[in-house]
């Protein structure tokens, strides 16, 4: 057991200690019941072991947070004075006036500030903090020195300080104030263990407050502050205890309720008493009128109520409409805050492999969308399931199945703009590396090509009349130059469109390229119609392109006997090569694989790679876009 466990204990059993002697002296002083709750022992002594034994769990539990360790502060102040209240002497009795002050003034605000984690709301709520701690010791002078209590440290110009009293009081209630605004805060941010303190002022607004008009005794009120402690542990040790959302709906429904009826009860007693004899009785006309007039409130409370705790899971197109505005003016990030907030939950986000945009606090349990856009899967919706519950309920599924599809559009076109832009960068990349070779090639082969020409030229004018063999010379070089020169203008332009394109035709230039390359003893089939319909040039060079890589590829790695080229045009253009190689496990990919990918992937095609049962397969489908009139539909020779 660590020094702090040890020390929550030790403090702990001093509050039930203190506690259980001031119910022994009660008991040896002969006071009645109703005694000792005039003289606030019972509230005193109930509300230091709440605050006592819940502060020593918070303590063992959670050391590192601060409120576990202020209500045992509490539980002290409380505990001594029930122990020091029965007893006399002025000593006992300035103990006994100035213990539980502690507790409104300081420990119970400043508690609700910190509440759940024992950290403060944000940085501007430091000052805040500091105000409560600084001004504290303001009220516990205001009422330990009163000369109305039983204490004898008085100041001499108490009645003369009023102005500062009211100070004080105006100042409790701040404190007190800003602990409710921090909680308000803390569940606008989606924290729902905020939720068990709403529920002991519901249970204190139903049962304890109620008693103690009916009982007469205004102090019963004092009971109701033991639930704050009691749910103030079980929102930090246990938050998950109950579907806390589910219960606080309820509760309130039924205290809401309860009000109404008791109001108009009341008002039909009133008129009925002046209006109506006693004959008549008044009693249960009034009671049964309430009930008719009650009987169609409930839904209507439970539903206010629901949407307070729930959002509007209730009104699936409200969320619809509400996502539809943020996506249209904040995009995906103000979707996913749309349905956050919409349906209460703590953590909503939008994944398409890579997450797009989240909101809130992801929580451990979470239940994923998944988004359908024309049958494919095109991303999932993540959602955080409510602290307490354990699934999403049917209402929640509701809205989301319904919110999915305009989600999943979004999605869609996400990823369509993200993918362009993807394109548009690979083509200006593309582009800018063509000029750079372009730039290379002519300036480091073709450029000095050219230069040493016309040297060797202006060299052999010089000298054709004074040395004819030296000019016949320098005129052979020239020669060897410039066919070196045409040689590099026909890679050149090659490189730019293969220029069997233009002579033959797709498929001439297919063929002719395929038994360049295949030898025997690999026997070459060629499967392709007697013409194709009018191509763009860029799908010509793409479709040929692919098909001599994949031959290539089949003639360096294959070991297969055969290879087979076909080529189909109906919806679109298919090409496809493969060979009866034996299967070698899945391709690593190359700069081959990967160029055959991005050329398909730029008309919007695609390529499939990789072995098969009989061997090896390339299969490339591209879009037959309509040609700029150059004809590429020439019959194969």
């Not at 109506?276 to 009987?295: F, I, N």
């Not at 799908?539 to 790695?557: C, F, G, K, P």
């Not at 098969?612 to 040609?627: D, H, I, K, N, Y």
């Amino acid at each position: 057991m660590n020094i702090g466990r040890a020390l929550a204990s030790g403090l702990g059993g001093v509050v039930i200690a203190e506690t259980g002697a001031a119910v022994v002296v009660v008991l040896r002083l002969g006071w009645t019941w109703q005694q000792a709750l005039d003289a606030f022992v019972v509230t005193n002594s109930a509300m230091a072991l709440t605050f006592g034994i819940c502060g020593a769990i918070l303590a063992w539990h959670r050391p590192r947070n601060p409120i576990g360790w202020l209500f045992l502060a509490d539980g002290l102040g409380h505990a001594t004075t029930a122990l020091c209240a029965p007893l006399d002497g002025p000593l006992i009795a300035t103990i006994a006036s100035y213990a539980w002050p502690w507790s409104i003034g300081l420990f119970l605000p400043l508690s609700l500030v910190l509440f759940p984690d024992g950290r403060l709301p944000s940085r501007r709520w430091r000052a805040v903090a500091i105000a409560i701690v600084v001004t504290a010791p303001l009220f516990v002078i205001e009422l330990g020195a009163d000369p109305e209590g039983p204490g004898y440290l008085k100041l001499p110009g108490y009645a003369e300080l009023g102005p500062l009293w009211i100070v004080s009081e105006l100042r409790t209630l701040l404190a007190l104030l800003a602990g409710v605004v921090a909680l308000a805060v803390r569940f606008r941010r989606g924290e729902d263990s905020v939720l068990w303190l709403l529920l002991a002022a519901s249970v204190a607004a139903a049962f304890v407050v109620p008693w103690s008009f009916v009982a007469g005794t205004p102090v019963f009120v004092l009971l109701s502050i033991p639930l704050i402690p009691i749910a103030v542990t079980i929102a930090i040790v246990r938050h998950q205890l109950l579907d806390i959302r589910l219960v606080v709906s309820r509760v309130l429904a039924w205290v809401l309720l309860s009000a109404v009826v008791l109001v108009v009860y009341g008002l039909l007693v009133a008129v009925l008493d002046r209006f109506v004899s006693a004959q008549l009785g008044r009693s249960v006309v009034a009671t049964v009128v309430v009930a008719l007039l009650v009987a169609p409130v409930l839904p209507r409370l439970q539903r206010l109520v629901d949407r307070a705790l729930y959002g509007d899971r209730g009104d699936p197109a409200r969320v619809v409409s509400k996502v539809g505005e943020h996506l249209a003016g904040e995009g995906l990030a103000g979707v996913v805050e749309a349905v956050r907030v919409a349906l209460r939950v703590p953590y909503v986000a939008l994944a398409a492999g890579q997450q797009l945009a989240s909101n809130g606090t992801r929580p451990d349990n979470i239940e994923v969308v998944p988004l359908e856009y024309d049958g494919v899967t095109v991303g999932e919706l993540h959602v955080g399931v409510r602290t307490g519950e354990s699934t999403l309920g049917a209402a929640d599924r509701n809205v989301l199945r319904l919110v999915a599809a305009p989600l999943a559009v979004a999605v869609h076109a996400t990823l369509l703009s993200t993918q362009l832009q993807a394109s548009r960068e690979r083509l200006v990349t593309a582009r800018e590396e063509e000029r750079r070779r372009l730039r290379r090639d002519l300036h480091d082969g073709l450029g000095p090509t050219l230069t040493g020409v016309a040297l060797s030229a202006d060299a052999a004018t010089n000298l054709l009349a004074t040395d004819p063999d030296r000019t016949r010379s320098l005129l052979t070089g020239v020669s060897a130059d410039v066919r070196t020169a045409i040689a590099d203008v026909r890679r050149l332009v090659e490189d730019l469109r293969p220029p069997a394109l233009d002579e033959l035709g797709l498929l001439g230039a297919l063929r002719q390229r395929a038994e360049h390359l295949v030898r025997t003893p690999l026997q070459l089939r060629l499967d392709v119609p007697d013409e194709v319909p009018q191509l763009s040039a860029a799908v010509e060079v793409a479709a040929y392109r692919i098909a001599t890589e994949a031959l290539t590829n089949v003639v360096r790695h294959s070991r297969g006997s055969s290879v087979i080229l076909r080529l189909s045009c109906v919806d679109e253009l298919e090409v496809e090569v493969t060979d009866d190689g034996p299967p070698n496990g899945p391709w690593r990919p190359g700069v081959g694989m990967q160029a055959m990918r991005e050329r398909a992937a730029e008309l919007g095609g695609e390529v499939e790679v990789g072995p098969t049962e009989s061997g090896g397969r390339v299969r490339a489908r591209l879009p037959m876009a309509v040609g700029d009139g150059v004809s590429s539909a020439v019959e194969v020779p």
